[in-house]
């Protein structure tokens, strides 16, 4: 965590004028079982170049902090993320999560150290294409994760996956087709996650409408399917709630 801070301070130290955004809200889902989030993002993006007069066709770098709560696991996490065009986008970014509570969804008598400090660093790419109205966005990441103490497996809670108590590798899969119509966009989507030494695989399978209001507020609304290695399919709704206070120089 600190190599990235330090780097983002050296980037900020040498690059020119520069854009900050911030956004915050919440987020809920019922698989496995109901829970929710809430979270404040802060970024700053420099362009390093940009093709006059279109809006679109640039390439910039953006570091960011983040914080995520839902009281009993805090999360705290940096990333670097660079376009070298506006609709392609490379990332790496390290986190830090403490779990204070016993999760539903392992066995924390025997099993599971369910308690303690969940460690992520991670590197990815994701892209985006559209033509007309219709959308295309999808990406892949991979995961180094750690916990302490070690003498369990360890959870994975956003994918309800189990990690081997030395570490384990985290390998994630997303896309989403959608339509969008002025405000409005709706589509489809699929998320599959796999670990890689204690062998699970996620998979969630989801529709979505979502609606911009007074161009700050985005409320999203998804239903769908989800099961995990030792879950088996069950419905799944979702629901996200973003306040964009500063806009992203970034288009996704």
Not at 57 to 67: A, D, Q
Not at 94 to 115: E, P, Y
Not at 156 to 163: A, H, I, P, R, W
Not at 169 to 198: C, E, N, P, S
């Amino acid at each position: 965590m600190k190599k990235i801070i330090l780097g983002i301070i050296f980037l900020t130290s040498i690059l020119g004028k520069s854009s900050t955004d911030m956004s915050y809200g919440f987020s809920a889902r019922s698989f496995p079982s109901l829970g929710g989030q809430f979270y404040g993002e802060l970024g700053k993006s420099w362009y390093l170049w940009q093709k006059k007069p279109s809006p679109v066709l640039f390439g910039l770098v953006r570091p960011s902090i983040k914080f995520e709560s839902i009281g009993v696991i805090n999360t705290v996490g940096a990333k670097l993320e660079f376009f070298p065009i506006s609709f392609v986008a490379f990332y790496a970014g390290h986190s830090d999560s403490w779990i204070k509570t016993r999760l539903k969804a392992f066995n924390c008598d025997t099993l599971v150290q369910c308690k303690g400090r969940l460690e992520r660093s991670y590197i990815g790419v994701k892209l985006a294409l559209k033509y007309k109205k219709n959308f295309l966005l999808g990406g892949g990441e991979i995961q180094r994760l750690s916990f302490a103490p070690k003498n369990k497996l360890f959870p994975d809670y956003e994918y309800v996956l189990e990690g081997h108590p030395k570490g384990d590798q985290l390998q994630t899969w997303w896309a989403i087709f959608g339509h969008q119509w002025k405000d409005y966009k709706i589509g489809v989507g699929q998320v599959i996650a796999g670990m890689k030494r204690q062998k699970g695989v996620y998979n969630q399978t989801f529709a979505f409408g979502s609606k911009v209001f007074s161009e700050k507020y985005i409320l999203s609304l998804g239903a769908g399917t989800a099961k995990s290695l030792k879950h088996k399919k069950q419905g799944l709704f979702l629901l996200k709630l973003d306040i964009i206070h500063w806009p992203s120089l970034k288009l996704f």
